[in-house]
């Protein structure tokens, strides 16, 4: 970590990972607009970044959930309204923390089982989320049905990328952890070449 106290890492990091999300939703966002107008279905990356964020940082992955609806709404020239429902409907992917709870952050990264599990949990939480957001706003049961349906695309593609961002080191990790992991890995190699 160098110089860099926690606060700064964990600010740095949370960062480059919600850029990295606008510009990637913005991207698939304006494809379906401007390439796929006929499509019934979009792809977006953001339940797949919103899970690595709540694996490495926990609640703060509400920035990017956040941040994803935005992207994706801005790209789309969508509606005040239509704002509100995806930035505040994603908010309840972070749900899918309630596994950390039950397995612990260790545990759903060890199991293939648990992480696709733990990606379909945001994925439903974030349409359930969004569902519940436009039944307010005066939408259909029918309409909020739709979420879960033209975004079917979105759950598969986080269950691939966040299976296989748990075979990078540290990517899939909770950070406080990895560093520390890291601290004494630098340690035990300091001691071997003290010892040769």
């Known amino acids: 970590m160098g110089k860099l106290s926690f606060k700064q890492y964990r600010a740095i990091d949370l960062g480059i990972m919600a850029v990295i999300l606008c510009v990637f939703e913005t991207i698939t966002a304006t494809a379906a607009v401007e390439w796929f107008p006929q499509e019934l279905y979009t792809l977006s990356p953001t339940i ?39 930035c505040a409907g994603n908010c309840l992917a972070l ?46 049961p029918a309409a909020a049905l739709l979420f879960f349906t033209t975004d079917s695309l ?21 950070q406080r952890a990895y560093l520390i992991r890291m601290q004494e890995e630098r340690r035990r190699r300091q001691n071997e070449e003290y010892y040769e």
Do not use: N, P
């Not at 703060?60 to 309204?81: D, E, K, L, N, T």
């Not at 979105?154 to 909770?174: K, Q, T």
């Open 48 to 86: 797949a970044v919103v899970c690595i964020v709540m694996m490495r940082w926990g609640g703060y992955a509400a920035i990017h959930a956040v941040a994803g609806g935005a992207a994706f709404c801005a790209a789309s020239g969508a509606s005040a309204q239509q704002f509100v429902i995806y």
């Open 95 to 140: 749900a899918a923390m309630l596994l950390f709870r039950m397995r612990g952050k260790g545990g759903v990264k060890e199991s293939a089982f648990l992480t696709a599990a733990f990606a379909a949990a945001a994925y439903i939480g974030a349409q359930l989320g969004r569902g519940l957001i436009g039944l307010f706003f005066g939408g259909t």
């Open 154 to 174: 979105s759950l598969l593609f986080a269950i691939v990328v966040v299976l296989i961002s748990r075979r990078a080191d540290g990517l899939f990790e909770d």
